[in-house]
């Protein structure tokens, strides 16, 4: 097993379990999980930055929807976490 997939698995199975630190939301009609990095408010806008396993979303696009709690957010940006690309952090804006 390589490093990396090494990784991943221990990311999905430590800190990407909603028992511990992780919580689940809705992306293309799937649940995955993500950890909720940070609130934002700018302009009278609610955004929000998960992170999320590469994984999950090696698809993801600006404009894809993602429904944490039963609200709807837009994807406005995202981006590898670090060097190892085994999570992304995801940008999100309140629909």
Not at 33 to 44: N, P, Q, R, W, Y
Not at 66 to 80: A, E, L, P, Q
């Amino acid at each position: 097993m390589s490093l990396k997939q090494q990784m991943a698995d221990d990311l999905k199975s430590v800190f990407y379990n909603t028992d511990d630190f992780a919580i689940a939301v809705l992306y293309k009609n799937v649940s995955i999980t993500a950890l909720h990095v940070e609130d934002l408010e700018i302009s009278d806008t609610e955004q929000m930055v998960i992170s999320c396993l590469e994984l999950y979303v090696s698809d993801i696009q600006v404009g894809d929807e993602i429904i944490i709690d039963g609200i709807t957010y837009k994807v406005i940006n995202f981006d590898f976490k670090d060097k190892f690309k085994t999570e992304k952090i995801i940008a999100l804006t309140k629909v």
